[in-house]
């Protein structure tokens, strides 16, 4: 079934760049298969295009032929070729814009503009509907600029496309207040959510600018991190209570000095949830020292820390120093210590107060025995108790591991803790 054309009453305009004044022989076919197709002659039509094509030097004598091939199919009534040959050309030249095509045949137009939106880039004055940010992430602020109370306003620009993302070479920031606001802001732009821009009802590829005003948050109450950091300890989750005694401790806080005694002690007790003792009793050891330096200048600590500052001192006094072993890997029944020489602690650091817990790795035979060769000291608060611990874990006994109830070899993890109490 063909369309009828009104090509001999209505000229046809390509919107293209200028490549060359003289005609090339590519574009005398074109004019030739234009003259055959008003003609009514589509076959002749089809064959001179095809030469066209042949005989294209530039990128825009291509465009031109497939503009004009996608609308001699439409003619003879194929809307699917015809829109292949408008998305060739649009490959081509995804700013090729093509005037009076309904006036050729009724239709013509909706077809090229359907092939033509996922190419085109709009403008903001070109929409119906403009982009609009939808949700999306708050911004991370800048630990350095928080701490500097830095802020400003910040406008950025990018392409968003059919489904509401920004597209991710377009992006530019325009104004900064500061460089490290940069990552941030394309961190948060990138991870939200946009109302894709329309024309005639039809999301379209469009062109949005940002704009935000940056104001560091105000200070947060350390106190209150804290209670929550011990809160999410009982949930166990040790990850965030991390996160929320570093925030404590953040110099942007203002944290007293009695509030990071109490932030000292807390990260400690999520280390410990964590398993890594080694960082547990440098927490536990800064938040203690600072506890005995407050008390011994008559500081007056609230009567919760005292408890909890106290309870942790008698806990960490009456702790096993040589603590039952994790293993690496799976096992049915896990070793058991039976028995290790008494550990010698250095004089001097009793004397300084300095302890902590060593954690040795090691592989522990059939037996129940260290192999010598395999030890190795993975976490240390000192170098001076390095030996110290190898020793005592090398001449110590265990009952094996087991493995479908078979003595077997595997690697330990063997903590070893001198309270400095």
């Given at each position: 079934?063909?369309?009828?054309?009104?090509?001999?009453f209505?000229?046809?305009?390509?919107?293209?760049?200028?490549?060359?004044t003289?005609?090339?022989?590519?574009?005398?076919?074109?004019?030739?298969?234009?003259?055959l197709?008003?003609?009514?002659?589509?076959?002749?039509?089809?064959?001179?295009?095809?030469?066209?094509?042949?005989?294209?030097?530039?990128?825009?004598?291509?465009?031109?032929?497939?503009?004009?091939?996608?609308?001699?199919?439409?003619?003879?009534?194929?809307?699917?070729?015809?829109?292949?040959?408008?998305?060739?050309?649009?490959?081509?030249?995804?700013?090729?814009?093509?005037?009076?095509?309904?006036k050729?045949?009724?239709?013509?137009?909706?077809?090229?503009?359907?092939?033509?939106?996922?190419?085109?880039?709009?403008?903001?004055?070109?929409?119906d509907?403009?982009?609009?940010?939808?949700?999306?992430?708050?911004?991370?602020?800048?630990?350095?600029?928080?701490?500097?109370?830095?802020?400003?306003?910040?406008?950025?620009?990018?392409?968003?496309?059919?489904?509401?993302?920004?597209?991710?070479?377009?992006?530019?920031?325009?104004?900064?207040?500061d460089s490290?606001?940069?990552v941030?802001?394309?961190?948060?732009?990138?991870?939200?959510?946009?109302?894709?821009?329309?024309?005639?009802?039809?999301?379209?590829?469009?062109?949005?600018?940002?704009?935000?005003?940056?104001?560091?948050?105000?200070?947060?109450?350390?106190?209150?991190?804290?209670?929550?950091?011990?809160?999410?300890?009982?949930?166990?989750?040790?990850?965030?209570?991390?996160?929320?005694?570093?925030?404590?401790?953040?110099?942007?806080?203002?944290?007293?000095?009695?509030?990071?005694?109490?932030?000292?002690?807390?990260?400690?007790?999520?280390?410990?949830?964590?398993?890594?003792?080694?960082?547990?009793?440098?927490?536990?050891?800064?938040?203690?020292?600072?506890?005995?330096?407050?008390?011994?200048r008559?500081?007056?600590?609230?009567?919760?820390?005292?408890?909890?500052?106290?309870?942790?001192?008698?806990?960490?006094?009456?702790?096993?120093?040589?603590?039952?072993?994790?293993?690496?890997?799976?096992?049915?029944?896990?070793?058991?210590?039976?028995?290790?020489?008494?550990?010698?602690?250095?004089?001097?650091?009793?004397?300084?107060?300095?302890?902590?817990?060593?954690?040795?790795?090691?592989?522990?035979?059939?037996?129940?025995?260290?192999?010598?060769?395999?030890?190795?000291?993975?976490?240390?608060?000192?170098?001076?108790?390095?030996?110290?611990?190898?020793?005592?874990?090398?001449?110590?006994?265990?009952?094996?591991?087991?493995?479908?109830?078979?003595?077997?070899?595997?690697?330990?993890?063997?903590?070893?803790?001198?309270?400095?109490?």
């Amino acid at each position: 079934m063909f369309r009828s054309s009104q090509l001999l009453f209505v000229p046809l305009l390509v919107v293209v760049v200028p490549v060359a004044t003289a005609q090339s022989r590519s574009e005398e076919s074109v004019n030739n298969a234009r003259s055959l197709i008003a003609a009514g002659q589509l076959l002749q039509a089809d064959a001179a295009l095809d030469h066209g094509l042949e005989s294209a030097l530039y990128v825009m004598d291509s465009v031109n032929v497939f503009v004009w091939r996608g609308i001699l199919e439409y003619l003879r009534g194929s809307d699917s070729l015809a829109r292949l040959n408008f998305r060739r050309a649009l490959a081509l030249n995804q700013i090729v814009s093509v005037r009076g095509l309904d006036k050729i045949s009724p239709g013509l137009a909706d077809v090229f503009d359907a092939e033509a939106r996922p190419f085109r880039v709009f403008s903001a004055s070109q929409l119906d509907e403009p982009a609009a940010w939808r949700s999306g992430p708050s911004l991370v602020y800048p630990v350095e600029l928080r701490r500097r109370r830095l802020g400003g306003h910040a406008l950025m620009r990018a392409v968003v496309d059919t489904l509401g993302h920004i597209e991710g070479r377009t992006f530019s920031i325009l104004e900064s207040p500061d460089s490290a606001f940069n990552v941030p802001l394309q961190r948060m732009v990138f991870a939200a959510q946009f109302t894709p821009g329309r024309v005639k009802g039809h999301p379209v590829r469009s062109t949005i600018d940002l704009g935000f005003t940056l104001n560091p948050p105000a200070p947060e109450n350390p106190t209150t991190l804290i209670s929550a950091a011990r809160e999410q300890l009982r949930r166990h989750r040790a990850d965030s209570a991390l996160a929320l005694t570093a925030a404590a401790l953040d110099s942007a806080n203002n944290a007293t000095p009695g509030e990071r005694v109490y932030a000292r002690l807390v990260e400690g007790s999520a280390w410990h949830e964590k398993g890594n003792d080694s960082l547990a009793a440098r927490s536990f050891d800064a938040g203690l020292a600072g506890y005995r330096d407050l008390t011994a200048r008559g500081v007056d600590l609230a009567p919760f820390l005292k408890r909890f500052a106290d309870s942790l001192r008698l806990r960490r006094h009456a702790a096993t120093p040589f603590a039952t072993p994790s293993v690496v890997g799976q096992i049915d029944e896990p070793p058991l210590l039976i028995s290790h020489p008494p550990i010698r602690y250095a004089p001097e650091m009793q004397a300084l107060r300095i302890g902590g817990t060593v954690i040795v790795k090691a592989i522990l035979d059939t037996t129940g025995r260290v192999l010598p060769a395999t030890m190795k000291v993975v976490e240390s608060p000192n170098p001076i108790f390095n030996a110290e611990s190898k020793r005592v874990v090398l001449a110590a006994l265990y009952r094996p591991a087991r493995i479908h109830g078979r003595p077997a070899r595997v690697t330990i993890r063997q903590p070893i803790t001198f309270a400095a109490y």
